[in-house]
């Protein structure tokens, strides 16, 4: 009984340090900015995927309007990822996957949505896949 309250604790407190480490939107894009451009696209597309979470989250509570701004943010983030990783010629592939995953997780969002909520999103989806393709392009296209 000892050992399992002993663990229970620390387990408790791993979880509260992991809890108060986490970083904001806000201070990973600051982080971002500051970052050399071979650095940029990770940080990126984890801002990306955390409002790619919040506008899923969003949307299921009817916050259409600040559904919308994340999904804007989606692409925002995901634009700056691709443009970093093709001025720096690094992690090329990784924002290509991680974009296209997002492609895909916000057309299947968009199945979820009413009707007149699903163009916007739409949008985001088509321009994902702009960003994905043209990667694609950069890392196979000719001349390489």
């Given at each position: 009984?000892?050992?399992?309250?002993?663990?229970?604790?620390?387990?408790?407190?791993?979880?509260?340090?992991?809890a108060?480490?986490?970083?904001?939107?806000?201070?990973?894009?600051?982080?971002?900015?500051?970052?050399?451009?071979?650095?940029?696209?990770?940080?990126?597309?984890?801002?990306?995927?955390?409002?790619?979470?919040?506008?899923?989250?969003?949307?299921?509570?009817?916050?259409?309007?600040?559904?919308?701004?994340?999904?804007?943010d989606?692409?925002?983030?995901?634009?700056?990822?691709?443009?970093?990783?093709?001025?720096?010629?690094?992690k090329?592939k990784?924002?290509?996957?991680?974009?296209?995953?997002?492609?895909?997780?916000?057309?299947d969002?968009?199945?979820?949505l009413?009707?007149?909520?699903?163009?916007?999103?739409q949008?985001a989806?088509?321009?994902?896949?702009?960003?994905?393709?043209?990667?694609?392009?950069?890392?196979?296209?000719?001349?390489?």
């Open positions: 009984m000892w050992r399992f309250s002993t663990i229970a604790v620390l387990l408790a407190a791993s979880l509260a340090a992991f108060s480490k986490e970083v904001t939107v806000q201070e990973l894009a600051a982080r971002a900015e500051a970052a050399s451009p071979g650095d940029r696209p990770p940080l990126y597309i984890e801002i990306a995927e955390r409002q790619l979470k919040s506008a899923d989250d969003l949307y299921t509570a009817g916050k259409v309007d600040e559904a919308r701004a994340a999904v804007q989606v692409v925002g983030y995901s634009s700056k990822a691709h443009d970093a990783a093709i001025q720096s010629n690094k090329l990784n924002t290509e996957l991680a974009v296209r995953r997002m492609s895909r997780r916000l057309r969002l968009k199945h979820t009413n009707y007149e909520d699903q163009a916007p999103v949008t989806v088509d321009r994902l896949q702009t960003l994905a393709d043209d990667l694609l392009s950069h890392m196979f296209g000719k001349g390489k």
